[in-house]
C-alpha cells in the first residue's frame, strides 16, 4: 500500500542523516540527533565542553553551573523542503546551580494519503516532540590541578506522531565538565540516553540509542575587548552508528560581533561544513539579546539556515544602551577624573519642561568610556540614596572593567533596598577572587543579619585564602551587629 510506503518516508524524512541502525528496532527518536540553536550549529555541534548557556540542556547539562542570569533561547530551523524544526531554552541560576527547560519541536508536516486503489484519501502528518528538564551545579575541590567541576542530569520526554499513530518515551542525559588547572580550559563528557523506555508505535518498539561524548574547549584571550577566540572539539561515540567528530571556531570582535565556523563528519544532512554568525544588541537596546544566524549544506536536499535570538534578563555587555549620553561640554573639558563629577553636578541647569532633568543627565556618568569618571559617577549618585541608581548599579556589576565592578558593590551598599542586597550578595559566586573579597567585606560593614547565610555558604564552598579570612571577618562583624 501506498499509504505504508510513505508512512515509511515520512519517518526517515525525520533523520537527520543515513540510518547506521546496528539492527532493526534498536534506535528511535533520530530527530534528536539534529542539532539544535544557530550558535551552536555554527559550531558543527561541537558543545560538549563549550555549553555556558541555556542551550546546555541539550549538549551538556552540567554546563547550567555556569550561568549567573536567567537566560531564554529560541531557534528556528528551516530544515529540508517542508520540514522545520522549533528550539525554545530557559534557564535560571539558583543558589547552588541552575534549572533548565527546553523543547524541540520537528514538523514534517503534511502529504497526500492513498489507499491500495492509488485513489487520493486525505492527508497524513507526522512531528517528533522532545522536553527537557535540567539541572546543573557546581562543585569546588580546592585541589590545583582541578580546581572545580559541574555535573549535571536532564530526563527528556519523547512523543511523536505518524499519522494517527502516536508513541512516547523518556530518556536520562548526564553530563560532567571538568575546570583544570589551565586557565579557560574546560573538559567535557556527555551521557545520552543513559537509560530510556521503549518508543512504540505498533509492535515492540525501539529504546534510544546510547550515545557518549567528550569534548574539549579552549577560550583564547576571552576578556579582551578587541578579539576573543573560542575552539571546541569533540568526540562522540554513538551505539547506532560509526564515530565522528566536530569542531568549532568562534571569534568575538569587540564584543559585538561573532563570526563562526565549524565542522562534523556525522552525516550528509546534519553534517558538513557550516558558517554563521552572531550580534550583540546590548549596545543599542540596553538589554542583553543576542541574534545569531547559521548556514549548513545537505547536498542533495538543499541548504538549511537556522535563525537564533537569546535574551538574557539583567546582564547588558555595557550600561550603555540603557542610559543616556553625558553632555559634550562637560567631557570635552581638560578636567581630572576625580573632578568631573563636582563639575558635572555644578553646571547642570534645573530641569526645563520638555528637557532632561538633571539626574537623568547624572545618570549618563555611568555610560562613559573612561572607567574613572564611571568610578566617580557611582560615588556621586551613591550619596543621592534615590532607588532610580539600583538598577544601572546592578547593571555595572558585570562591567568588564574590575575597578568599576568594585565601586558598583559599594555603591549599592548605601541604598536602603532590598534588592541592592541581594545584587551584593550574588557577587559572593563571582568568579574573580577581588571581587569576592570586596563583597564579603562590603557585607561586613553594612549588611544586614539577612546576609549572614549568604557569607557562610560562600564560606563552605570558598577556596581562596584571602577571601576566606574576607569571609570570616563579615561574619564576626554582623555577629557583634556592627
Request: glycine share 10%; proline share 5%.
Amino acid at each position: 500500500m501506498r499509504i505504508a510506503f510513505l508512512n515509511l518516508s515520512l519517518l526517515c524524512l525525520t533523520a537527520p542523516a543515513p540510518a547506521f541502525a546496528s539492527g532493526p528496532g534498536t534506535a528511535a527518536a533520530n530527530f534528536l540527533k539534529i542539532p539544535v540553536g544557530a550558535r551552536e550549529t555554527a559550531l558543527g555541534g561541537a558543545f560538549t565542553a563549550a555549553a555556558d548557556n541555556s542551550g546546555a540542556v541539550f549538549y551538556n547539562p552540567a554546563g547550567l553551573g555556569l550561568l549567573e542570569t536567567p537566560e531564554l533561547s529560541f531557534a528556528y530551523n528551516r530544515y529540508l523542503s517542508e520540514v522545520s524544526q522549533q528550539w525554545f531554552a530557559a534557564a535560571c541560576p539558583l543558589r547552588h546551580g541552575a534549572l533548565g527547560f527546553g523543547v524541540n519541536y520537528l514538523n514534517a508536516g503534511s502529504r497526500p494519503s492513498y489507499n491500495s486503489a492509488d485513489n487520493r484519501t486525505g492527508s497524513v502528518s507526522a512531528y517528533d516532540m522532545a522536553l527537557y528538564f535540567s539541572y546543573g551545579g557546581r562543585i569546588k575541590t580546592g585541589s590545583p590541578l582541578v580546581p572545580s567541576f559541574l555535573y549535571g542530569a536532564g530526563i527528556k520526554h519523547i512523543s511523536e506522531k505518524l499519522d494517527t499513530r502516536k508513541a512516547s518515551g523518556y530518556a536520562l542525559d548526564w553530563g560532567l565538565m571538568i575546570m583544570p588547572g589551565v586557565k579557560n580550559l574546560k573538559l567535557g563528557l556527555g551521557f545520552e540516553n543513559l537509560a530510556s523506555s521503549r518508543i512504540q508505535f505498533i509492535n515492540e518498539g525501539s529504546k534510544l540509542p546510547f550515545s557518549f561524548k567528550t569534548g574539549v574547549s579552549y577560550g583564547i584571550a576571552p576578556d579582551s575587548r578587541v578579539s576573543s577566540v573560542l575552539l571546541s572539539l569533540d568526540f562522540i561515540f554513538p551505539e547506532d552508528g560509526p564515530d565522528y567528530f566536530a569542531a568549532g571556531l568562534e571569534n568575538l570582535l569587540y564584543g559585538a560581533l561573532a563570526l563562526r565556523a565549524g565542522y562534523s563528519s556525522f552525516g550528509n544532512i546534519s553534517g558538513g561544513a557550516n558558517f554563521g554568525f552572531g550580534f550583540d544588541l546590548s549596545a543599542y537596546t540596553g538589554r542583553k539579546i543576542a541574534v545569531d544566524y547559521s548556514f549548513g549544506s545537505s547536498y542533495d536536499f538543499g541548504n538549511i539556515h537556522k535563525f537564533g535570538v537569546t535574551y538574557k534578563f539583567s546582564r547588558p555587555g555595557k550600561a550603555a544602551g540603557a542610559l543616556e549620553k553625558l553632555p559634550e561640554p562637560a567631557l570635552s573639558r581638560n578636567l581630572p577624573a576625580d573632578k568631573q563629577a563636582a563639575a558635572l553636578s555644578s553646571e547642570i541647569p534645573p530641569a526645563r519642561k520638555g528637557g532632561e532633568s538633571p539626574f537623568k543627565l547624572l545618570l549618563g556618568m555611568l555610560n562613559n568610556e573612561n572607567p574613572e569618571i564611571v568610578r566617580d559617577g557611582i560615588n556621586f549618585l551613591a550619596g543621592l540614596n534615590d532607588p532610580g541608581v539600583i538598577d544601572p548599579f546592578i547593571t555595572l556589576l558585570y562591567a568588564e572593567n574590575m575597578e568599576v565592578r568594585l565601586a558598583a558593590v559599594s555603591g549599592l551598599a548605601r541604598q536602603n533596598d532590598e534588592r541592592a542586597l541581594k545584587a551584593i550578595e550574588g557577587r559572593l559566586r563571582d568568579t574573580e577572587p577581588e571581587m569576592r573579597r570586596h563583597t564579603a567585606e562590603v557585607l561586613g560593614d553594612r549588611g544586614k543579619k539577612s546576609a549572614g547565610i549568604a557569607l557562610q555558604e560562600a564560606l563552605k564552598n570558598e577556596e581562596d585564602e584571602s577571601v576566606k579570612s574576607a569571609l570570616i571577618a563579615a561574619l564576626e562583624k554582623l555577629n557583634r551587629g556592627q
